[in-house]
């Protein structure tokens, strides 16, 4: 987890430096978190054909069905209602990106350490969406099937941050005073926060997420998965993680420009911004189910080196 206070501050400051000189639009934007996004957050998912294998009982056929099944109910949702597909989305996202940053702390109770988990997902999202109403809205403006992403400049998200916040602090305070936490894996934790929270508020809105999704979320699961795979007997070196990692990469990279491809040849009648939106949550559907399991089962514990 210290590779964490290295590398987001680093990447934040480069992606800060690069739009004070150039000050980016959010074209220009896309164009630089999308690799980010590619490398780390697609690869982060794409091992869990053989981490739910730690958790679960099912075949590889059985798991592919639900994997895919659950992605094609949550796409009929999107087609049906965006904006309730666009909330529990983000109700999602806020427990999975908690659960990564406090699921290992085993030794935490299991009911505080999940709700610990949403609200400091909640304040980490909210915080990202309370500075940036102008980038939001340009955002909204670029197509007309975005109009559902007003709900994320609403009065309301500056309420729901302070609520999450205060609640991420008594939590996190509880658990030191309990001793479940040592006081320097509550330093360590307040310290990344803060950084998200600096990083959120002066860099532009897709710069700022993409530092965060990459690194703080993306790349410290993705080293949680290599040590799973290696002490699971999967794999027995950093070149067979990679192995397995390219297969289901490269595929939904295919996948991803086939349907970008259809959009421009007009087959498919939806903007590009929203097909991105609408991929992310399919992929966080399912692979967030993967990871509870193996944080419900202990498999991932969070250690400060």
Request: hydrophobic share 60%.
């Amino acid at each position: 987890m210290k590779s964490t206070i290295l590398l987001f501050p680093c990447l934040a400051l480069a992606f800060y430096l690069f739009d004070a000189f150039f000050k980016l639009s959010i074209e220009s934007q896309f164009i630089i978190a999308l690799p980010w996004i590619v490398v780390f957050g697609i690869s982060h998912g794409a091992v869990d054909h053989i981490l739910y294998k730690q958790s679960s009982s099912l075949t590889l056929v059985q798991f592919y069905g639900a994997y895919i099944g659950l992605m094609g109910i949550y796409a009929a949702f999107w087609y049906v209602a965006p904006k309730m597909a666009l909330i529990c989305f983000l109700l999602l996202s806020a427990f999975h990106f908690g659960q990564s940053q406090w699921g290992g702390y085993t030794s935490v109770p299991v009911k505080l350490r999940n709700l610990l988990a949403f609200v400091w997902g909640g304040f980490v999202l909210s915080v990202l969406f309370v500075p940036h109403k102008q980038d939001l809205q340009e955002i909204t403006a670029t197509a007309g099937d975005l109009d559902f992403l007003e709900l994320l400049y609403d009065q309301s998200i500056q309420n729901l941050a302070l609520i999450f916040g205060v609640a991420t602090g008594l939590l996190a305070l509880t658990s030191l005073g309990k001793g479940w936490i040592s006081l320097s894996q509550f330093l360590l934790e307040a310290v990344i926060l803060l950084l998200v929270v600096i990083a959120f508020v002066y860099l532009p809105l897709l710069l700022g997420f993409v530092a965060y999704f990459a690194i703080v979320h993306s790349f410290r699961m993705l080293e949680e998965e290599y040590d799973l795979l290696l002490r699971a007997g999967f794999i027995s070196s950093f070149a067979g993680f990679l192995s397995a990692i390219f297969p289901l990469t490269a595929l939904s990279i295919v996948g991803g420009l086939v349907l970008v491809g259809l959009i421009q040849w007009e087959v498919i009648s939806i903007s590009v911004s929203f097909l991105l939106i609408v991929l992310i949550s399919l992929i966080t559907f399912p692979h967030s189910i993967v990871m509870h399991g193996l944080y419900k089962k202990n498999l991932i514990s969070t250690a400060l080196d």
